[in-house]
């Protein structure tokens, strides 16, 4: 019985593996298309820097393959605080809605520059 259990636990942890590769591709392929169109509006969407930007529109299929195949999803959710949740389920108007998130991420964005910014200056005076 517990053999079945230590089973049907392995084959859940292959398909959801499985799974996460999938999307791994499907949001590496995306990422790198959105680069190669429009660089600026790729990384505010994306929320990435001009580096990893850079990076991502470099990479050969094999490269993307190969770290597609990873265990860990590469993309997450940005809506992690309540500001992000409210605006979707608020019943606003799609048009109006998507400009309140736009203005939110504009301004998480900004500033996780400043922060960065911020943190690049503390480093160099230590």
Same mark, same amino acid.
């Given at each position: /019985?517990?053999?079945?259990?230590?089973?049907?636990?392995?084959?859940?942890?292959? @398909?959801?593996?499985?799974?996460?590769?999938?999307?791994?591709?499907?949001?590496?392929?995306?990422?790198?298309?959105?680069?190669? &169109?429009?660089?600026?509006?790729? /990384?505010?969407?994306?929320?990435?820097?001009?580096?990893?930007?850079?990076?991502?529109?470099?990479?050969?299929?094999?490269?993307? @393959?190969?770290?597609?195949?990873?265990?860990?999803?590469?993309?997450?959710?940005?809506?992690?605080?309540?500001? /992000?949740?409210?605006?979707?389920?608020?019943?606003?108007?799609?048009?109006? &809605? &998507?400009?309140? /998130?736009?203005?939110?991420?504009?301004?998480?964005?900004?500033?996780?520059? @400043?922060?960065? &910014?911020?943190?690049?200056?503390?480093?160099?005076?230590?």
């Amino acid at each position: /019985m517990g053999s079945d259990v230590e089973n049907c636990n392995i084959t859940a942890t292959g @398909v959801i593996s499985r799974e996460i590769g999938e999307i791994n591709l499907a949001y590496m392929l995306l990422a790198q298309k959105l680069v190669k &169109q429009d660089r600026a509006e790729a /990384m505010f969407r994306l929320g990435v820097g001009r580096e990893l930007a850079d990076l991502l529109a470099n990479m050969s299929l094999s490269q993307i @393959v190969k770290l597609a195949a990873s265990n860990f999803l590469l993309c997450s959710f940005r809506l992690d605080d309540r500001p /992000m949740f409210a605006v979707v389920g608020e019943g606003k108007e799609p048009a109006l &809605q &998507q400009a309140h /998130m736009s203005i939110l991420m504009a301004a998480r964005q900004a500033q996780a520059q @400043v922060d960065s &910014q911020a943190q690049m200056r503390g480093a160099s005076a230590a």
